[in-house]
């Protein structure tokens, strides 16, 4: 079980309090997205899920427990950011692999993680590739791989499709939904794509200067936002 609960998470850099007390329940397998103007906390409340930074006070847990203190190897998380974050001298399989080498599993283990993913991803062909050799697309795929053999209980996606163009993020945001099912992961997704939101979120969580202002369905935004700033996000008529 790999719900999350975050209770009065906050985060201050320095003086500046970015994350304002954040209450949040996600459930087990749900694809949670969050929304926000550039700047109102999304990626910060992401990495603060995956330990990259450390909540000022709060608590968050993950399956049940306290994971507040726990170092983001250990959480079950795995994250895929906007900018790929390859290794350029590595090649596509060693790049999947790195993670699960450095945590010490076997050479066995690691090819057959890797060329399940690969499967699922359709990597087959790419594997002894460098990323400097990969497409914008092929690249984002090899990142999500990189996640997947990892086998997290949560996936954490950092606006992974803005460096695409229009069409491939459709296709990848195909795959992701298909992804989703597959695997019955919970996932959290940043995006300021309006149709990625509306089309991938069980819930969307629109977030503004560090608040949640409302949580809910898709259709729920919707059809009865709790005010014009979620209207005007979500795109409804009001
Ligand atoms: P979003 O992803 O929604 O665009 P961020 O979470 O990146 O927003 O940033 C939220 C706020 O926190 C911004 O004002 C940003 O400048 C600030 N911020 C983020 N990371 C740091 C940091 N490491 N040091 C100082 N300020 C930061
Ligand atoms: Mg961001």
Redesign the pocket.
Known sequence: MAGLELRQVKKS?GS?D?IHGVDLDIEDGEFTVFV?P????????LRLVAGLEATTSGTLSIGGQDVTDVEPADRGVAMVFQSYALYPHMTVEENMGFGLKMTGHPAAEIKERVSGASAILHLDPLLQRKPKALSGGQRQRVAIGRAIVRQPEVFLFDEPLSNLDAELRVQMRLEIAKLHKELGATMIY?THDQVEAMTLADKIVV?RAGIIEQTGSPLTLYDDPDNSFVAGFIGSPR
Not at 38 to 44: D, E, L
């Open positions: 850099f500046v970015v926000g550039s700047g109102c906390g999304k990626s910060t409340l940043v977030l």
